[in-house]
């Protein structure tokens, strides 16, 4: 599956009874990797574990921010994204996007200069 161009995954998801299946493996996976933080999570996002999954959910078990379906990081756990001001949820986001964010200072402005930044300096 980690091979699959995210049109093909689209594809294939629409086919037969395969996003229904899909869906069940991610809501187990995604039960699993949080299995004993149910209380931490909720202090922490003001959300419960189920409300974060139904989030996942909608955003079709993808990141919310890039859309990759893998979490990327040595964990391979998914990372609830939220505001540290409000501390609102804001989506669930693969360990890069998230670590991204965090390190840019949750500054929508540097994200886009940095973006910028690599676009002029492209050196290959
Ligand atoms: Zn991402």
Known sequence: MSSMSAEYHRDY???GDNR???NARCRAAYAKDNAGK????KKRYG???SDTLARFEAQGFVCASCGSGHPGNKT??????????TKKVRGVLCGPCNWAIGHAGDSPRR???MALYL????VR
Request: glycine letters at 0%; hydrophobic letters at 25%; one cysteine or more.
């Open 111 to 113: 994200l886009r200069l």
């Open 38 to 41: 149910a209380a931490t999570h």
């Open 119 to 122: 676009e002029r300096t492209d």
């Open 13 to 15: 998801l629409d086919q």
């Open 76 to 85: 391979n756990q998914w990372a609830t994204d939220h505001c540290h001001k």
């Open 20 to 22: 229904e299946r899909h």
């Open 47 to 49: 959300e419960t574990l």
